[in-house]
Structure formats: C-alpha cells, structure tokens
C-alpha cells in the first residue's frame, strides 16, 4: 500500500496502516516523534505499529546529531534468526513433545541461566575480546557480569520464542526471538535515566523521548554501549540457534542447515539516506535494503514470514518487526482464558497454561494483513507455520 502522510509538527508521519487503526495513544506519540527538532525528513510508521514506552513501537526515526535511547526500546538488539533445515514434514513425529521437552532442557527460559557458559567459537569470532568490551560499559553494568555470562544464549520470557516450523512446500525451519537479556535491560534503562536528566532535553513533549547530542560525552557513553548490547543480542541468538540445531541433530543425525538469516529489530544504526548521515532508531522494525533477508514472525499460533527488502526510500529501508499487539497483555489475561489460549493453538506443540495468555494470537494484529499493508517495503519469500513453540 502506499504510505498515509499525516503533517506533523516539525516533519511529517508516514503510516504504512489505516489511520484509524492506529490507537490514540500510540497516534500521540508518533506526534510528539514528530515535533522533535533533531527529527529528520519524516517519521516511518511501520503497519504493525502499537503503543509503546517513550517511542511508539512500530517506528522508525532517523536523527541528525542526536540520539533519543527510549526510540530503541529497553530490550537492546531484540530481533529474530532463522535456519532452513534439510528436514520435511515427513522426517517429524507425530508427537513433538519431545522435541520440545529436548529444546526447553537445551535453552534455559524465563529467568533460567546456563549452569556454565554455553557459547564458543562456532556461534562467533573474538569472545575473549568481546568480553573484554564489558570492562568499559557504564557502571550500572559492572556487577552484572556473571549474569551476562551465564545468560549468553538464554531465550528470555515475554514475546520471545523458540519455532519449528513448516513452509508452504514442507520444509522444516528453526525460528527464533530474544535480544540482550538482563544486561541490555540495565544498560538501557541506565541512559534513558541521564539522557532524561539533560538540560536540552527539559521542553520536550515527552521526556521519555530525551536525546543526547552528537560530540558529548554522554553521546559517547551511550553509543559504546548501545553497540555492545547489540552484539550480546547477536550472539546470543547464534548460540541459541546452535543449540536448537544440536537439538534437532541429535533426533536426526542426517540433518544439514543452510546459512542462516539474522536480523535486529530493536537498534540503531548510523546510515545514509537522502542524502544525509543520520543516526536511524528502529523499535519494532527490521532493516529492509534492497535483497536484505529478514523476518516477520506473527504470532505463537498462526504463522511468520521469510521476507526480502525493496530498499523503499520513505521507510528508510526498514518494514515491520511483527504482527504487532493489537490489545495490551493485561486486557489479554482479562479477556482470554487458557481454554481459548488452547483453542487458538491447536495443532501446535506448545505452552497452553494461564502464564502464556498474554501471547495468545487474538492479542495480536492479523500478520497476514500486516505484510499485505508493507507491499512496497518486501516481498515474500517464504511463509512458515509453527509445529513447535517454546515460549518462557
């Protein structure tokens, strides 16, 4: 579909979605986006796009000379990697309950750590100098270290999930969603706290959108680790993904894996566009360059899509990250039960308890619709359907 433009106060916003399907909230935050002064061009509404802390997620925002740390989101580098296997559908049980048991055992959820660290040099290159990185992370990080170990290549809990899937032609794949774990929480919410104390940053419409400004010091402290934190979430999918397909190996010793797709959905990236360097936060959006692999899963019951970019200029190269919640996870566990939870996941080997309900699929927008709105942002490559889902 061709993108809305709305007038915004200092630039304008571009929604890739029906207006009217926007919630007033998350509308009053794209203004407020729109209003800041360092904003550049225009604000690219994503069409799974929802109410979020500070920045709407669904957002993307380019920035000349200033960064806002809420427009990233808390969960530093969230995103999503994904693997074609040699297996179809005919290779799988009938029953995957063990295979989800094997995956759960494999990669602790929830708030689970590794007894030992999990990760080596076949999921990445220079560990020893990556950890060296964290002796240099703002203070609020330092006694976090055990914990940054031992999460490396832990799922988490929330939205994040582990899939075995199934693509139109039968093809098996492993799909999977989490970012920086407890130390990109901390690293997060530490420089959103300074760059709220910042005195350029007191007339804002929302202090939750505060900025710091190229060529401080804070501007510095916060890119060293907001990179950081990126290439924990990075690594910390590589890891899991390994571990999933050991997983899979063990059941399947005949089993080979193609090059897998990587992709955050919650960064910032220094780039190019119209002409301008600028600084482009995406929170709950992937990077969609002409030919780039990305993915947009849908919910834990109704599908994901492999997808290709179109390198659309208006959305500064970016489309969705998701569905998108269309209810907030409170009016979810309000409105579902785990009957209903069980009804919308049926043919799917998963979680069907009162702790998941937050996540059942009528919570979330109709993917299908999402991709058809993002028309000249991707194209399809492959549609997947979940058979397994490991949830925290």
């Known amino acids: 579909m061709n993108a809305t433009v709305i007038r915004g106060k200092n630039v304008d916003i571009r929604l890739w979605t029906r207006p009217e399907q926007v919630e007033e909230q998350a509308m009053r935050q794209l203004h407020n986006i729109s209003a800041l002064p360092w904003a550049f061009k225009h604000v690219a509404v994503m069409p799974d796009v929802h109410y979020g802390k500070g920045a709407t997620v669904g957002s993307v925002i380019a920035m000349r000379d200033a960064v806002s740390p809420a427009a990233v989101g808390v969960d530093i ?19 995957l309950g063990r295979m989800r048991s094997a995956i759960e055992a494999s990669v602790p959820v929830g708030f689970g750590m590794h007894k030992a660290t999990a990760f080596d040099d076949r999921d990445a290159s220079d560990w020893d100098a990556f950890w060296r990185g964290f002796d240099s992370l703002a203070e609020a990080a330092k006694l976090e270290i055990t914990r940054a170990l031992h999460q490396m290549g832990t799922l988490g809990g929330g939205n994040h999930f582990i899939e075995v899937c199934l ?29 709220r104390g910042l005195a350029h940053n007191e007339e804002l419409p929302d202090r939750d959108l505060a900025v710091f400004l190229a060529n401080t010091p804070e501007m510095a402290a916060y890119r060293h680790d907001l990179f950081w934190a990126q ?22 010793p005949q089993v080979t894996f193609e090059d897998p797709i990587s992709c955050h959905h919650n960064y910032v990236a220094e780039e190019t566009h119209f002409g301008a360097d600028v600084m482009v936060t995406r929170k709950g959006a992937i990077r969609a360059g002409v030919g780039d692999l990305g993915i947009i899963p ?6 994901s899509y492999i997808v290709r970019g179109l390198g659309n200029p208006d959305s500064f190269e970016s489309a969705s990250h998701g569905a998108g919640r269309r209810m ?5 566990r309000k409105q579902f039960s785990a009957r ?9 080997e998963c979680r069907k308890d009162s702790g998941v309900v937050d996540e059942i699929p009528a919570a979330y927008k109709d993917i299908d619709e999402v991709i058809r709105n993002q028309s000249d942002l991707v194209e399809i490559v492959a549609k997947l359907k979940q058979v397994v889902c490991v949830k925290g």
């Open 231 to 252: 290439d924990y979430a990075r690594r910390n999918r590589a890891v899991m993904l390994r571990l999933v397909c050991s997983v899979l190996r063990a059941q399947f």
């Open 298 to 303: 849908g919910s834990m019951g109704t599908g």
């Open 167 to 195: 693509d139109t032609t039968g093809q098996v794949w492993v799909m999977l969603h989490s970012g920086s774990r407890g130390i990109g929480n901390i690293l997060a919410q530490h420089h959103i706290s300074v760059a």
């Open 340 to 348: 209903d939870l069980a009804e919308q996941t049926r043919g799917v």
């Open 328 to 332: 907030s996870r409170t009016k979810a």
């Open 77 to 95: 580098g969230c995103g999503m990697a994904a693997v074609r296997t040699s297996l179809t559908a005919n290779d799988l049980p009938d029953d």
